[in-house]
């Protein structure tokens, strides 16, 4: 049958897909457009199985926080390759999928994936632009925060961000300058006191085993590995950092500098890189 070119725009419309790929769906469906839907469809979930083990080290790195300042949110949207991430397209899926995920602040990545975008869920906008582009997409990260001020950062490149919640509402600045921190110095907490356990038991095993091999005496393993470990807390939980811009003081010394009763509640960062 004749497919009209007005029909083929119809379509592309409704689905977002190429007009090449609209045209041949409608053949394939002899002009049903709820068949021809399913369709490409079904080609995006085809182009995402075949690619299913390649890697997304591309894409976009999102931060947002709402307008009151007390919600925020970071995500990514990966790809395959640098050229895909720069399309347009592949921007405004991503920054929707932020949005999406702004507006409703689903509990986890399960909940992100089943919210809605333009009448689809974003899994299905997703699997429509690995169809539509012929590379493999994926979110990598999500995270909620909710605290009393948060602070969005995103490095220049679009493949880091970071968001920081405050215990209490801060210069602006200030807030960004903590978020900078955290996605230079990339820290694993706020404090040695939230540090994760397991993060201490394998610094701790590695230490033990350092010292050992180093000949000390096994009564002296357990304090140099302690003091080993107080570095460590040093140089990643972001408080007890070295303040990057200043060199001198500790992150915790310059927010006591700008207000003493101000605390970061809470941080995530991702990286496309690490």
Same mark, same amino acid.
């Given at each position: 049958?004749?497919?009209?070119?007005?029909?083929?725009?119809?379509?592309?419309?409704?689905?977002?897909?190429?007009?090449?790929?609209?045209?041949?769906?409608?053949?394939?469906?002899?002009?049903?457009?709820?068949?021809?839907?399913?369709? #490409?469809?079904?080609?995006?979930?085809?182009?995402?199985?075949?690619?299913?083990?390649?890697?997304?080290?591309?894409?976009?790195?999102?931060?947002?926080?709402?307008?009151?300042?007390?919600?925020?949110?970071?995500?990514?949207?990966?790809?395959?390759?640098?050229?895909?991430?720069?399309?347009?397209?592949?921007?405004?899926?991503?920054?929707?999928?932020?949005?999406?995920?702004?507006?409703?602040?689903?509990?986890?990545?399960?909940?992100?994936?089943?919210?809605?975008?333009?009448?689809?869920?974003?899994?299905?906008?997703?699997?429509?632009?690995?169809?539509?582009?012929?590379?493999?997409?994926?979110?990598?990260?999500?995270?909620?925060?909710?605290?009393?001020?948060?602070?969005?950062?995103?490095?220049?490149?679009?493949?880091?961000?970071? #968001?920081?919640?405050?215990?209490?509402?801060?210069?602006?600045?200030?807030?960004?300058?903590?978020?900078?921190?955290?996605?230079?110095?990339?820290?694993?907490?706020?404090?040695?006191?939230?540090?994760?356990?397991?993060? #201490?038991?394998?610094?701790?095993?590695?230490?033990?085993?350092?010292?050992?091999?180093?000949?000390?005496?096994?009564?002296?393993?357990?304090? #140099?590995?302690?003091?080993?470990?107080?570095?460590?807390?040093?140089?990643?939980?972001?408080?007890?950092?070295?303040?990057?811009?200043?060199?001198?003081?500790?992150?915790?010394?310059?927010?006591?500098?700008?207000?003493?009763?101000?605390?970061?509640?809470?941080?995530?960062?991702?990286?496309?890189?690490?």
């Amino acid at each position: 049958m004749e497919i009209k070119a007005a029909d083929v725009a119809k379509l592309r419309k409704m689905t977002g897909a190429g007009m090449m790929d609209c045209k041949k769906a409608l053949v394939e469906a002899d002009g049903d457009f709820g068949r021809a839907q399913e369709i #490409i469809r079904e080609k995006g979930k085809l182009v995402a199985a075949k690619r299913a083990d390649r890697e997304t080290t591309e894409g976009a790195v999102i931060a947002k926080v709402n307008a009151a300042g007390n919600q925020a949110i970071l995500t990514c949207l990966g790809c395959e390759t640098d050229f895909v991430a720069k399309n347009a397209e592949f921007q405004e899926l991503a920054n929707g999928i932020a949005d999406a995920a702004l507006a409703n602040m689903p509990a986890d990545l399960a909940g992100l994936m089943a919210t809605s975008l333009n009448g689809a869920s974003i899994e299905d906008a997703i699997t429509q632009q690995t169809g539509k582009s012929g590379e493999k997409h994926a979110i990598p990260f999500y995270a909620k925060l909710e605290a009393p001020y948060i602070v969005d950062y995103i490095h220049t490149n679009g493949k880091v961000a970071t #968001i920081v919640g405050f215990s209490k509402p801060i210069d602006h600045q200030v807030g960004r300058e903590i978020a900078m921190q955290v996605t230079a110095m990339n820290p694993v907490s706020v404090s040695k006191n939230d540090c994760p356990q397991e993060v #201490i038991e394998k610094e701790m095993e590695i230490y033990r085993e350092q010292i050992r091999l180093e000949g000390k005496p096994e009564n002296m393993v357990e304090k #140099i590995a302690l003091g080993k470990l107080n570095k460590f807390f040093k140089e990643q939980t972001l408080e007890d950092q070295t303040f990057v811009k200043d060199g001198k003081i500790s992150v915790a010394e310059y927010l006591k500098t700008v207000d003493a009763e101000v605390k970061v509640t809470a941080f995530f960062r991702f990286s496309l890189n690490d």
